[in-house]
């Protein structure tokens, strides 16, 4: 039943560091692009971070410099290493995953929640 599942978010000081990771079921298939989004309360979803099958990345401005991708395609797996945690990274941390074949498809994890004090 669960096609995306996350796991690795917590409660960190500020300064701290987090490791995300998403494991995606068989059923999905091959999978061409994952990524990491995140929603904080009363804000919109917003893009983290995504890497391509072929490896290219994509990261917001916001956490350049803090945050790294990484996959593990045999593992069918995704990870977010976020170091320098700030406040304003607190929200809920969604993990993304595309069908190679079936591009437009989204397949969405249900969210690990990662709060950071200050």
């Known amino acids: 039943q669960v096609q995306l599942l996350e796991s690795g978010g917590g409660l960190v000081q500020a300064g701290g560091s987090l490791r995300l990771s998403c494991v995606a079921s068989?059923?999905?298939?091959?999978?061409?692009?994952m990524g990491w989004y995140r929603q904080a309360p009363g804000k919109q979803r917003e893009l983290v971070a995504s890497?391509?099958?072929?490896?290219?990345?994509n990261y917001a401005d916001s956490v350049k410099g803090r945050f790294t991708i990484s996959r593990d395609n045999a593992k069918r797996a995704a990870y977010l290493q976020m170091n320098s945690l700030k406040p304003e990274d607190t929200a809920v941390y969604f993990c993304?995953?595309?069908?190679?074949?079936?591009?437009?498809?989204?397949?969405w994890g249900q969210g690990t929640q990662v709060t950071v004090s200050s």
């Open positions: 993304k995953a595309n069908p190679l074949f079936r591009a437009t498809t989204n397949y």
């Open positions: 068989e059923s999905i298939g091959s999978i061409g692009t």
């Open positions: 890497m391509s099958r072929p490896g290219n990345t």
